[in-house]
């Protein structure tokens, strides 16, 4: 229903030619216990499913008109979804509208979802509207006329629709090939997105995918009902944000509402139940193959198959995720052991994301750093947890230390020579049995002039007996305290900022790392009881190699749900991550977050 104060929202459904409005019944259905006015159209001529109807332009257009003058009149601003050839005729009514000079379209139109929309018709599809029609006779008359107005769509060049369209498929579509949808890339001057729906044929609305499908554009439509600008000091401190917004206007909402942006502009975000914002930072794994045995890492405790995650499902991510700004290459394998991963980097720097890697720098060779540092990655993370070879061969097997500084050195000058300006970073997670070498940490970094270097303790219950946090006890701390306070008056000295894992979230953390620096050792070993830091499971979502969606880092085994076939309603504020937030609040968190350094 209409919010007070906000402009009361019409829905219109147009179905296709050959098609009918139980075509869209579910969807209107859903819709219909959101909006007041849900007008799922019958065309003329459409109330006989056993007879083909005529396709007379003028008549179908003029109904559809009829529709939108009335929703207009009723002061309302209009949804406007097109199913097959029904999106076909949604878009010929826009264009008569603007070529008559456009008729308060700016104003009236929100959001045009084309499903399962024909961009051009060719002779493959002669074959295809056989099978489709089983049964049924198709004239040859009708067809030309349907086939001209779909071309003639095409032939215009790109079409200024006033309004953001989102285009919406079955990967496994019989009439309308799911490759035929990239046509629609280039046919639109504004804002567009597009997603593919996994195993949905062209009844998009029922069968599989069908809850799927319906949830993408029920919570496209929301967004756009709830449309607002990006806060100008937000884009004024995170760089690429209004280019990113500016491709899917709807995005800001997220960003603006997010854990991350509302602390980029000063305010206060306030924990609940039920996350505001759908994810704005995306964790991808790419592969759970690595050539290192990291003793404290979960893939090597839980011993996983080394596996790649493949294009598609990658880019299927991206799209399941319209709001993750913010893509991180990471997770429990090496992403540059993934022969595809500067295409992954590029599909999503294309794709307006402000992308991250984390790697271990072991095959950080000269032909990667070239391709990575002119790939538009945005920045990267070296993992170090020991830089002597004695340590971190026992602390992390298969390191070769002398390889490793060397690439990374070859990578800063890389990017001098090419005179790109990626942030650089090292990630450490020190342990009870590391912690004297931090020092060595700090001017290792320092040597390789990297930006800043972000410490942690270490995580997962499993790991806590060789933590700081358990290797300080009262008779230790005082020396403890001791080497810490040390080696960070020796990063001062080396004027490297230390920073604490707390601040891994932010989206302008070069605008704020003051307010995480880490300043007393203490803060390494320090628990937290209740929840005071961690606000992971309100902005962002790990995609594992596998397509499955886990609640957080720490808990790679909480299981969500999958990216490609799990409606995004079910998992984000589905449930069990609902209970997650619930229980991350009460006064029995649990055991990961306790844990946690980060909590």
């Not at 308060?104 to 399962?116: D, I, P, Q």
């Not at 397509?547 to 990216?563: E, M, R, W, Y």
């Amino acid at each position: 229903m209409t919010r007070i104060g906000e402009p009361p929202i019409g829905v219109i459904l147009v179905h296709g030619w050959l098609g009918a409005p139980a075509d869209l019944a579910p969807l209107a259905a859903r819709l219909a216990r959101q909006y007041d006015v849900v007008e799922n159209l019958q065309l003329p001529g459409h109330g006989d499913n056993t007879i083909q109807p005529a396709f007379i332009e003028a008549e179908l257009l003029a109904a559809i008109a009829t529709a939108i003058d009335k929703q207009r009149d009723q002061g309302r601003r209009l949804v406007l979804i097109g199913h097959s050839t029904g999106g076909s005729l949604l878009l010929a009514e826009i264009a008569r509208r603007l070529s008559d000079g456009g008729a308060g379209l700016n104003r009236l139109l929100l959001l045009v979802v084309l499903c399962a929309t024909p961009p051009r018709v060719d002779l493959g599809y002669a074959h295809r509207w056989g099978s489709h029609t089983a049964n049924r006779t198709l004239d040859l008359d009708a067809v030309g006329g349907l086939v001209s107005l779909v071309n003639r769509l095409a032939r215009r060049g790109p079409l200024g629709v006033p309004a953001p369209v989102l285009i919406a498929h079955g990967d496994a579509d019989e009439l309308v090939p799911v490759a035929d949808a990239a046509w629609w890339r280039n046919r639109f001057i504004g804002a567009q997105r597009r997603i593919r729906i996994a195993g949905a044929k062209h009844p998009l609305f029922s069968g599989d995918g069908a809850e799927q499908a319906i949830d993408v554009i029920a919570r496209a439509i929301d967004d756009a009902r709830r449309r607002e600008p990006a806060a100008d000091a937000l884009t004024a401190l995170a760089p690429g944000l209004a280019s990113f917004t500016a491709r899917w206007p709807d995005s800001a909402r997220h960003i603006v509402a997010s854990p991350a942006g509302m602390r980029a502009v000063g305010r206060t975000f306030n924990t609940a139940e039920v996350a505001e914002c759908e994810p704005t930072l995306a964790n991808i794994e790419i592969t759970t193959r690595c050539t290192l045995g990291c003793v404290a890492c979960a893939r090597t405790q839980l011993k996983l198959q080394s596996r790649f995650m493949n294009r598609e499902d990658f880019q299927r991510a991206l799209e399941a995720l319209p709001h993750a700004w913010r893509v991180n290459l990471v997770g429990l394998g090496e992403p540059l052991l993934h022969p595809d991963v500067v295409e992954f980097i590029q599909l999503a720097v294309t794709a307006g994301r402000r992308v991250g890697l984390v790697t271990n720098a072991m095959q950080l060779d000269a032909a990667t750093a070239r391709a990575l540092c002119a790939s538009g990655l945005s920045h990267i993370t070296f993992s170090l947890d020991a830089v002597d070879q004695a340590t971190a061969k026992r602390v992390r097997p298969g390191s070769d230390m002398a390889a490793i500084s060397a690439n990374i050195r070859g990578f800063i000058e890389e990017m001098n020579r090419q005179g790109v300006k990626l942030g650089t970073a090292v990630f450490t997670a020190l342990s009870g049995e590391t912690i004297d070498r931090f020092e060595s940490i700090i001017d290792f970094a320092a040597d390789h002039h990297i930006d800043a270097l972000m410490v942690t303790d270490l995580n997962f219950p499993s790991n806590q007996t060789r933590s700081v946090h358990h290797a300080y006890t009262p008779a230790s701390a005082r020396g403890f305290s001791s080497l810490l306070r040390k080696a960070l008056k020796r990063a001062v000295a080396r004027r490297l900022p230390v920073l604490s894992v707390r601040g891994l979230e932010e989206f302008a953390l070069d605008q704020c790392y003051l307010d995480y620096l880490l300043l007393r050792g203490e803060q390494l070993a320090h628990r937290s009881e209740r929840h005071r830091h961690c606000l992971s499971p309100w902005q962002t979502i790990p995609v594992n190699v596998d397509g499955k969606l886990t609640i957080c880092d720490c808990q790679p085994g909480a299981v969500l749900g999958n990216i490609r076939s799990t409606p995004v309603s079910r998992w984000w504020n589905g449930p069990l991550m609902i209970e997650q937030r619930r229980c991350m609040l009460s006064d029995n968190p649990p055991e990961a977050c306790r844990v946690c350094p980060r909590f």
